[in-house]
């Protein structure tokens, strides 16, 4: 099932290092691709210079004036247009173990890995001229943690970013944090951005240290590029990069249509994640293609997410965020600058605590679509959850929606993963969950179970996988409603806790723990300076979801087994039985319902030359394509 939106978005691309930063040069090269030969997509040859390339992508940003690590929300198709115009700190071996240089020369940790000390690279300037240095990294990094959502990501991670010197930063973490360098090569707040896009009254283009710059954007529809004539890297050959003179990105969100753009030349290259398409990519004449179904890392995860609470984002009610609903949010009463909690002064009333915690639990009214605090919701209730997870078919999804492409998912982790342990997740099993729904309806005396289920519109794979879903729900007594949104609404419902369900893909990584923000939850009784929110007008125990911990799953077993996971050191088997744990315990809870693998492919035509697996800073060893195939387009070239 290709969504719209990859929704690993704003943050991450979801691979993970074990912990060591190499120079480049230190891995053995490689290629991974699903079709014969190991070279498909690699071309050594002589590159010819000049041409340009037109790509067709899923997606667009919202507003390209702040497309950038500290302030965009980045898809799929957001990673590709990034490498365009921006270069990472790092970026992964082709393994995906080990980090390389590319704007980043090294990082090392203390002890506990609380601080990791990055060197810069010197020399480097943006397409304005001006250089890159320490100030710029601290920079971005105070408008990522500024910013309204890549902010509420990247708090619970990391405390502060101080300039060492001119070319060293401190990257100062909140908890442990042993495999953090991945975050500075496969996480969005990894490209570095001119900080004068930073300010609110921005209004010009992005600016970055990348191989293209801007010529022309029109959101939603093609953006296009022109070479940055002086561009910090050259090849292994000595020459200077890119090798094209224009690159330009069209949106093309139907997945059939962006089949058919490549087929009839419209477009040169796409980024395709439907199944049912990437497989017909077989039968496509002149086309090459590579798929991620076997990369070192485990891939995003086809799912639907459940609203588990029913309410809005606690989190954000905490904050305040839904004043204007008449929620009148509590971190306001806490008194700035205390370091220790004193329930007499800091305590919010409980008037506040209780409007907060039950007056924004409702559901998606199906009639009129919108959020409904006067509605009892169901999808709240682990007895309906279970119902559902039985109640779809998974083998059939994958082969019915997703065209057998991939592989059938219990957790968040493929079953070769090291991380892998049989979570238990229930098999299809509809006349059990039939007696599900029958022993909530008596217990809840209702004669109806109903929820509604956000897809993506303009997309036809996302309304064939939801008449799968009503089919298969409709046979044991759950009747659904599609809400078809534009794929930002989409988004914000979910960010803002205004859903019910939703069809969603995240997750994955060679290392689980750049899912940490996704699961995280707080205490929601214990005092702020123990990292609680102060709330003892709560039930004893209770935990709050993260702002981005989207199904709003507070669990104390995942939290408590994620910071074990954190400190552990890479690989040992702490740190591997803690990151089984969190895995068993969503399939006894199902805030997700899993599908299936998403596969990623990237599909070209025959006279583009080599567009996989870009190489790191040295400009000979291969890297980590990320997301699934969003090439290093400054080494693409057509013959």
Request: with cysteine; glycine share 8%.
């Amino acid at each position: 099932m290709s969504s719209t939106f990859d929704r690993r978005s704003f943050l991450t691309h979801s691979a993970a290092t074990l912990g060591g930063v190499a120079m480049a040069g230190s891995v053995v090269d490689g290629l991974l691709a699903n079709v014969a030969g190991a070279t498909v997509g690699v071309n050594k040859n002589k590159p010819k210079l000049g041409g340009s390339l037109t790509v067709g992508l899923i997606s667009d940003v919202p507003n390209y004036h702040v497309f950038n690590g500290s302030q965009g929300k980045m898809d799929v198709s957001g990673f590709c247009v990034a490498n365009a115009l921006y270069d990472p700190l790092f970026v992964m071996s082709l393994s995906g173990k080990v980090a390389l240089p590319m704007l980043a020369l090294s990082a090392t940790h203390n002890a506990d890995y609380t601080v990791w000390t990055i060197a810069l690279r010197q020399g480097v300037k943006f397409t304005n001229g001006d250089p890159f240095n320490a100030a710029v990294c601290v920079a971005n990094f105070a408008a990522a943690q500024k910013d309204a959502t890549v902010g509420l990501a990247v708090q619970p991670i990391i405390a502060s970013v101080t300039a060492v010197d001119a070319y060293t930063v401190a990257y100062n973490m909140v908890i442990p944090f042993s495999a953090f360098p991945v975050t500075l090569a496969e996480q969005q707040i990894a490209y570095m951005a001119h900080p004068t896009s930073f300010v609110s009254t921005y209004t010009g283009s992005p600016i970055g240290t990348g191989p293209f710059k801007v010529k022309s954007w029109q959101v939603g529809v093609e953006s296009q590029f022109t070479k940055n004539t002086g561009y910090w890297r050259k090849d292994g050959s000595g020459r200077r990069l890119p090798y094209l003179s224009a690159i330009n990105f069209k949106t093309i969100v139907d997945d059939a249509s962006r089949n058919q753009a490549l087929q009839s030349g419209g477009v040169d290259v796409i980024l395709q994640q439907a199944g049912a398409q990437i497989a017909a990519l077989k039968k496509m004449k002149g086309i090459s293609y590579v798929t991620d179904i076997d990369a070192p890392r485990d891939p995003s995860v086809n799912c639907l997410i459940m609203n588990t609470t029913s309410t809005l984002n606690q989190y954000f009610c905490w904050a305040g965020e839904f004043a204007a609903q008449g929620v009148p949010g509590t971190l306001p009463y806490y008194t700035p600058g205390t370091t220790q909690y004193t329930a007499s002064k800091n305590a919010p009333p409980t008037l506040v605590q209780e409007t907060d915690y039950l007056g924004t639990l409702g559901a998606v009214n199906p009639s009129t679509l919108q959020w409904d605090t006067t509605l009892k919701p169901v999808v709240n209730d682990v007895t309906i959850r279970k119902a559902c997870a039985m109640a779809i078919n998974r083998a059939t999804y994958f082969k019915v929606i997703d065209g057998s492409v991939g592989a059938v998912a219990d957790g968040i982790y493929r079953k070769t993963s090291p991380f892998y342990r049989n979570p238990g997740y229930p098999a299809y099993n509809p006349a059990k969950a039939k007696a599900l729904v029958n022993a909530y309806k008596s217990a809840k005396g209702v004669s109806k179970v109903s929820f509604v289920i956000d897809t993506v519109s303009g997309n036809s794979s996302a309304n064939q996988a939801f008449a799968f879903f009503q089919q298969q729900l409709a046979a044991v007594g759950i009747t659904v409603t599609q809400r078809q949104l534009v794929q930002s609404t989409l988004i914000n419902n979910v960010i803002y806790g205004q859903y019910d369900c939703s069809t969603w893909n995240q997750f994955g990584g060679v290392d689980p723990s750049l899912n940490y923000v996704w699961f995280l939850s707080l205490s929601a009784t214990a005092s702020p300076a123990v990292g609680g929110l102060g709330m003892p007008a709560l039930p004893a125990g209770t935990n709050i979801a993260g702002a981005v911990n989207f199904a709003h799953q507070a669990d104390v077993t995942v939290e408590n087994s994620m910071l074990r996971a954190l400190a552990a050191s890479p690989g040992s088997a702490l740190q591997k039985a803690s990151w089984e744990t969190v895995n068993t315990q969503f399939a006894r809870v199902f805030p997700y319902l899993w599908m299936d693998t998403l596969v990623s492919a990237t599909a070209a035509r025959k006279n583009v030359q080599n567009w996989v697996s870009g190489t790191a800073a040295d400009g000979t060893t291969r890297c980590l394509s990320p997301d699934g195939g969003s090439s290093r387009w400054d080494q693409i070239w057509k013959s």
